[in-house]
């Protein structure tokens, strides 16, 4: 079923990958690489045609081999909103407005890399512990990902479809947190020799999927917990095969692409998902109108945001952005999310974070912990980016100043919600309580 698929999309694919890219001449090498082959392999097939973007990947595990949630773009994203002012220290502002309450809750966690021990979270938990003792606090988020398929290979016939991850969400769940999944309408190619095998949103939406996405639902509903689904995150860039404008993408297709997924899920019964919509920051008005990719409130749960300060660390510095505050990536995105486009939706950070080189990277995450639940009262979840990535130290890890940061705010903040989730049951999961 999945080679038909994979197949039906492959030339259109590799036209995409020549023209847009200009990615070419991979070659390939074993199924089972370690994280960091990956990572460099990736990062050198990408650097070619796009070395002004990145992208951050999610670790999964496949047969007992650790390995990253790589995409089409994943390697060759440099996420912006553009035309950001920079500064010097990572200073509050002003925040943003919204209609929740004053003092509100929020969950907190992170996607955790294999810095800490060796092994990502959540097949290796003893990171989540890590992250904890960092924090003075349980998390109440994990957060990972996963793609439709995944490929061995650049060959067709060594794709399989992905199943739900039963065994993570357990041991999520076990230890008292909510799984955040991220999940890609992609079939991912592990081998480090391309990024994917991207499908279209005319497949998804032509039911080209529907036997996986089916099974895929049955299997969460069997699981029956609740837990976070964000599915085909960023779709307001470019950088990525589900984003209207590219891959044969056109207007209107990504919010049919969601509706119809989302009615499969319905349709099975699988209630104990919450549907997380996840746009990228636009500061400068540079990307797709959100309005025009906002499925709907009966089709979204949570509303959710990804944003990063890249400083002056030169593996960022082709975004021209400089440093900026976490007010100055968010604010004007978060405004327009819950003034106009979904009012009274509760929404999550889906990423962040800071590099340490052009300011204070301690301060910066100190004035984001304590500005969050002062100015942004609609957000009710926040997730740092635990992990490095083709050379933007992101980790909080990256200096004792860091951590004590991290620490200090999430510790000393009740708003900052610990791991006591391991009985919920209340789909859409709400806002938590202190």
Known sequence: MLVI???????????????????????????????AAHHKSVKKAHRKAARHKRRRRHGKRRKHVKRTHATLASAAKKKRGGGGTGGTGGTGGTGGTGTGSNTPSIYWGASIGSQLTGSQAPWDMSAVSDVAAESGKGLSLVHFGTPFASCSSTTTSSCSD?????????????????PFLDWSSVADDSSGTSSAEPSTLAAV???DWDSYITSFAEA??????????RFDWEMNGNWFPWSEGVNGNTAGQYVAAWRHVHD????????????????????????????????????VDWTCLDGYNWGSNSAGASSGDGWQSFDQIFQSTYNEIVNTVAPGKPMIIGEVGSTEDGGSKASWISNMLSDIPTNYPDIHGLMYFDRYDNGMDW??????TSIAAWDSGIS??????????????????????V
């Open 5 to 35: 698929r994979v197949r039906a999309f492959a030339a259109a694919f590799i036209v995409v990958l020549a023209v847009g890219l200009g990615v070419a001449g991979v070659v390939a090498t074993a199924a089972a690489r370690t994280p």
């Open 162 to 178: 992905e199943s739900f991850p039963t065994t993570p969400f357990n041991n999520i769940r076990n230890y008292g947190a909510i």
């Open 205 to 207: 939406i032509n039911g």
């Open 220 to 229: 969460a509903k069997a699981w029956g917990h609740p837990f976070f689904l």
């Open 264 to 299: 499969i899920f319905e349709q099975v019964g699988a209630t104990n998902v919450s549907w997380v919509w996840c746009p990228n920051v636009d500061f400068a008005n540079k990307l797709t109108s959100l309005q025009e990719l906002y499925p709907g409130n009966s089709y």
């Open 395 to 400: 980790p909080l890890e990256t200096s004792g």
């Open 412 to 433: 000393q903040q009740a708003a900052y919600v610990p791991n006591n989730y391991s009985g919920l049951s209340t789909s859409p999961i709400p806002v938590p309580s």
